[in-house]
């Protein structure tokens, strides 16, 4: 497995509205399928692993860098690698990792942003026309590209600020995607980019090789560390 922004583009933080569903390719909604058959999980907690796996798949890829110097899309093998590690200690009789599940302890979003990005637009821009009216394209023939290529949807359109919600389907790059945009179109005056309240748990992962991770789980002051390679779980003391 292989394992500043432009001027016209501000961070803001601002509350993330309802999290959203990632169908994501035929392969995990099969491998998903079979985890909440086995393990009785809901659909709900699924959908947060892959969040999860995601965000640490971002964090390993980048590995220091800037985000925009990623792709906008995160490999799929990086991902699934990930959600498996996260399963395994999910189903695990580890008494450590029956702790860690019981706590439903996520990753934050910050600073890897997956789902959302709002773009507001100068008042002139004549290309949301078709928005004023409930459509969800424009006439931007760019801007309808990147729609169709990173299927993305638009939500939320607000008339009197001419702005919209991009959501993407499947976890992107949002961080590099918002860049992107904003080099796009002269007409988008800012892009914001959606935060979450700050919670007291998060996940950070360490690749070891192949499908084995280092998978570290906190919340508060504590913290438990398991090594797994989508198979077999370890409790680390650390």
């Avoid at 961070?11 to 099969?30: H, K, N, R, V, W």
């Avoid at 008339?159 to 080099?183: H, I, Q």
């Amino acid at each position: 497995m292989h394992i500043g922004y432009s001027r016209h583009i501000v961070l803001f933080a601002i509350t993330l509205s309802t999290l959203l569903c990632f169908p994501g390719s035929t392969q995990a909604q099969d491998t998903e399928l079979h985890m909440i058959t086995a393990t009785h999980l809901t659909n709900q907690t699924v959908r947060e692993y892959r969040k999860d796996a995601a965000r640490l798949a971002l964090s390993h890829l980048a590995n220091g860098r800037s985000l925009l110097e990623l792709d906008i899309r995160i490999p799929e093998d990086v991902q699934a690698s990930l959600f498996n590690a996260l399963m395994s200690i999910h189903n695990s009789t580890n008494p450590y990792a029956q702790k860690v599940t019981s706590l439903g302890i996520h990753t934050k979003a910050k600073p890897y942003y997956i789902d959302r990005i709002e773009i507001d637009c100068t008042p002139e821009t004549t290309w949301t026309a078709p928005l004023r009216s409930g459509g969800t394209t424009t006439t931007n023939k760019e801007i309808n590209s990147q729609l169709s290529e990173y299927e993305l949807e638009i939500d939320d359109y607000d008339k009197e600020e001419n702005s919209f919600v991009l959501s993407a389907r499947n976890p992107l790059n949002m961080s590099k995607l918002a860049s992107d945009l904003s080099e796009l179109n002269t007409d988008i005056t800012f892009i914001l980019i959606p935060e979450t309240n700050e919670t007291d748990h998060n996940i950070e992962a360490e690749h070891v090789d192949g499908d084995t991770w280092i998978i570290t789980f906190y919340k508060g002051s504590n913290k438990w560390s398991f090594k797994t390679d989508g198979e077999r779980v370890i409790y680390l003391k650390r």
